[in-house]
């Protein structure tokens, strides 16, 4: 065997192990980033997809003319009700667009069916009789909402090949309470599509 | 001599006036409805570089055209984006909220992600998050 052959021969497999080490020896490092950047790691329902549904329709509710008009409306948040064919949590959209709109100081918000519990549990925890009576808040005091603000997320997904294709498609309405009368209603569409190779 | 300034003064005067009749420019201290402060602005294009502000990579797309109004007590703003390149632009946009002292009026908006087609407008629009606002920039960069 020449030398240069053995040489060969060697050199394969130390190139093979030197690789494996490298890729054990990975070293995994960790950033903060950009909260508020694009994000486009996959597919699937993201951060910037949510700041941008939750900015959207807050930005177009503070249009509408029962807010715009109101006196500081109340208003009440019920369920989104995820229709897409993922895990989206729906919550997260209606806090964001609280959020907005009550650091906006244009409207206030009545507790919502999920806070009830809590709600009054305390109303009845502060009846108690270790709390003083003329401190202590009373039953029949809570405020009703004048408005109701719920909506659908929906979703379509297409594949082909290296191909994927997601729309999202997010509706809120506002509805009146009193009379039933929708007051707003407002869309937001997103698309993305990611290709492979 | 006397008569010579009277004549200038009355010519001053009805420059001044024309240019106060100017289409978009009736309210001293806005440009085409949107709030300018002392900023000296005669065009369109002027309003542009004033309230555009280009982060990070540098786009190609351009604000052409851009317009206030007010919803309330609120600024609502409508400005179109002109992509006049052969090839599909992709870029990312938020607003930025100013009070009138300077002053960040609300936390920095998310990057909103926008395509435009080659050769074509988008138009924007947003209204302010709280009637603190009182001015704006619009805040554009690349995503390619």
Redesign the interface.
Known sequence: MSAALRMRRLGLPALLAALALAAGCAKETTRYG?A???ETVTNEFGS?DL??IA?SM???M??APAI?SGNLPIVTVQEVRNKTSEYIDTRAITDSIRA?LQ???KVRFAVDASGMTQQTDEIKRQQNEYYNREQSVEKGQMVGAEYRLEGNITSIVKRVEDIKDVYYKVNLQLWNVRNGLLEWSDEKEIRKTTTRG | MKHASIVAVALASALAAGCASKKGFEQPGYAYGCPIGDAKVASMDDLVKLKVVMEGSRTTVVPTEMRCSRSGDLIRIDANLNNDSRSVKRIAYKFRWIDREGMRAWEEEAWKPLLIYNNANHLINTVAPTEKAADFRLILRSQE
């Open positions: 950009d508020r950047g694009v910037t700041q941008m900015e807050a930005r177009s503070l249009k715009v907005e650091k906006g100081g």
